[in-house]
């Protein structure tokens, strides 16, 4: 079975400061893993994904990802925090068709 | 283009009352597919319709009820619901349903759903 845990539900930063959003995964087989942002009443969208070609995946707004298999581990990074970073960050594992969500972090840029 | 249309924005409807939420794309994807996500939680599966036909339904209650008419258009018609129905439906399409993963799933806006 997959399965999916964020850790940290509330992460706050200061605006300039270092994003970073924790991600452990479980799944029996190599895992496809995604990150997905979701702004107020809004939907998702794709952030950036794991596909195995490479253990470090650049995304979008300069966000990245490490995929460490040693440590079930797939953490989202930003060197620097914006006020247009805040928002809600799901990480996702499929390996069977059906996307599996955590249970979400709410990112907070404080000024 | 690669957007995933979600129409209405809002919706507001009452126990006794029959709607419908559309869904449509035009990237020719052949997977479909029906979240719900309740505040401050995640996307939850209802259903997935691969080719037009329905080949996941995760126990959603019959008054629930989807349809997908053509590759592009993917239905849901909202009947007898409860006020804990209320959430954001988001609808997702994918160029194929994989068994493995390997699809990337676009999501729409969604529709925020009220039911008094």
């Known amino acids: 079975a997959q399965s999916v845990t964020q850790l940290g539900s509330h992460v706050s930063v200061s605006e300039g400061a270092l994003v970073l959003l924790r991600c452990n995964y479980s799944?029996?087989?190599?895992?496809?893993l995604f990150w997905y942002v979701q702004y107020p009443n809004q939907g998702l969208q794709l952030l950036l994904k794991?596909?195995?070609?490479?253990?470090l995946v650049k995304g979008i707004n300069g966000f990245e990802a490490e995929f460490k298999k040693s440590e079930t581990s797939f953490h989202l990074t930003k060197p620097s925090a914006h006020m247009s970073d805040a928002a809600e960050y799901f990480c996702?594992?499929?390996?069977?068709?059906?996307?599996?969500f955590g249970q979400g972090t709410t990112l907070q840029v404080k000024p | 283009d690669t957007e995933v249309t979600q129409t209405p924005k809002h919706l507001v409807m009452g126990m006794t009352n029959k709607k419908s939420l559309k869904c449509e794309q035009h990237?020719?994807?052949?997977?479909m597919y029906w979240y719900k996500q309740k505040a401050k939680k995640p996307p939850e599966l209802m259903f997935v319709?691969?080719?037009?036909?329905?080949?996941i339904n995760e126990s959603v209650p019959s008054r629930f009820s989807p349809e997908c008419p053509n590759s592009s258009l993917l239905n849901l018609h909202l009947h007898a619901l409860q006020p804990e129905d209320s959430a954001l439906y988001l609808c997702?399409?994918?160029?194929?349903?994989?068994?493995?993963?390997?699809?990337?799933?676009?999501f729409g806006p969604g529709t925020r759903l009220t039911v008094l």
């Open positions: 997702a399409s994918s160029q194929v349903r994989s068994t493995r993963g390997d699809k990337l799933q676009f």
């Open positions: 799944s029996s087989v190599p895992p496809y």
């Open positions: 990237m020719g994807h052949r997977a």
């Open positions: 794991y596909t195995s070609a490479a253990t």
């Open positions: 319709y691969s080719y037009e036909k329905l080949s």
């Open positions: 996702a594992v499929d390996n069977t068709g059906k996307l599996i």
